[in-house]
């Protein structure tokens, strides 16, 4: 009897219990190289598996690449990142979004320096414990670094076992189902082999769009192939956006400096480098985002830049006026503020939104 909401595939030749071990001779074959990930036979290195997937989540491994070799280079394990400063982890981190990883990366280092002597545990229960780890990067994490058997889920994942059981029901409601069929995929040998066979099957030939069936190893079993509606699959439940917010950002020079805070270390963008700014808020008008404009001496009027600086969030898109202004050379810097040569921005932990808005202030 198959799960509710699954679809058998009537033409199938490939028993169950050989999926496991098609995927794995698969993955022997046609493993993808990635920084973080050993090499065949080696043992997997726990920091580096933690890091990769706190980066990997909702980013993709393109973006994450060229980060995860910053951070090994400068930070090699988890004693020396537990030693950073936060300031110079979310500097190194500027970029690549979803800031409150890289506040519990550095949370997450010093917790396993302190509470486990420098040494990840090594079961769900026990990274589930640390901050910033998950049901899904725990799981991962145990599989990878420890094979212990249990079966990730990401999106990769989601996509290949929903096509290949044809699974009806929409995400996320699906996700507890989809976990149960692709635990039924772990291989004899290695939990994290089993994983990662998967996961590289999402990305190189189970995609989202135009998948190449003819190259995979589970083409014959798979009920989506069998029925020709591979790309419906996974089904989604509609997304609810937010509501447009609305605000301004203040970009102000004093000579070949420019000035900017440090955002509250807790909530959105925390601990980030911004131009100063007004709230974001639906419905703000313009004149009231420009009443909420950093108190300097010097400045006789704004200039409002032409267009609008837009960025998508999670949860909400924004949209900034961007208004500008010079100031003298000994202008002092309002309070919980401070002046920063333009020159090195690219220092600063600047995330893509401020960055957008400096290009637009300074016409870069």
């Known amino acids: 009897m198959s799960p509710a909401g699954v679809v058998k595939a009537k033409s199938s030749t490939v028993a169950a219990t050989d999926r496991p071990s098609l995927l794995l001779e698969w993955y022997d074959r046609h493993r993808r190289r990635l920084p973080w990930r050993a090499p065949p036979g080696a043992p997997s290195d726990p920091y580096r598996v933690w890091l990769s997937e706190i980066m990997l989540q909702q980013t993709t491994v393109k973006a994450v690449g060229p980060y995860f070799e910053k951070f090994t280079a400068r930070w090699p394990d988890v004693a020396s990142l537990a030693r950073a400063s936060l300031d110079d982890v979310l500097r190194l981190w500027a970029g690549l979004g979803y800031y409150s990883r890289a506040r519990n990366l550095h949370a997450c280092a010093a917790a396993v320096m302190r509470e486990h002597g420098g040494v990840f545990p090594d079961t769900e229960e026990g990274l589930r414990s640390l901050p910033g780890i998950g049901p899904y990067t725990a799981a991962a994490i145990a599989a990878i670094a420890f094979d212990r058997r249990t079966m990730p889920v990401d999106g990769n994942i989601e996509r290949v076992v929903s096509r290949l059981f044809a699974v009806e029901e929409a995400l996320p409601q699906a996700k507890p189902l989809i976990q149960q069929l692709a635990t039924t995929l772990l291989g004899d040998g290695s939990a994290g082999d089993s994983a990662q066979a998967l996961m590289d099957l ?163």
Do not use: Y
Not at 310 to 323: A, D, G, K, Q, S
Not at 336 to 361: D, F, Q, S
């Open 202 to 364: 999402g990305a190189s030939i189970c995609t989202p769009k135009k998948p190449a069936c003819a190259l995979c190893p589970l083409m014959e079993d798979c009920a989506a192939r069998v029925q020709g509606t591979q790309e419906t699959f996974p089904r989604k439940a509609a997304k609810k956006t937010g509501a447009l917010r609305l605000g301004a950002a203040f970009v102000v020079r004093r000579g070949e400096e420019l000035l900017v805070r440090t955002r509250p270390a807790k909530g959105l963008l925390g601990g980030m480098t911004e131009v100063p700014g007004s709230d974001w808020v639906a419905e703000q008008t313009e004149r009231a985002a420009l009443e909420q404009a950093p108190a300097l001496t010097g400045v006789a009027r704004w200039h409002r830049k032409a267009g609008v600086v837009t960025h998508v969030f999670t949860h909400f898109p924004l949209e900034l006026v961007v208004f500008t202004a010079e100031v003298p050379s000994r202008t002092r810097a309002p309070d919980g503020m401070r002046w920063v040569p333009i020159a090195t921005l690219a220092e600063e932990a600047l995330p893509n939104v401020m960055r957008k808005v400096i290009a637009h202030g300074l016409d870069l």
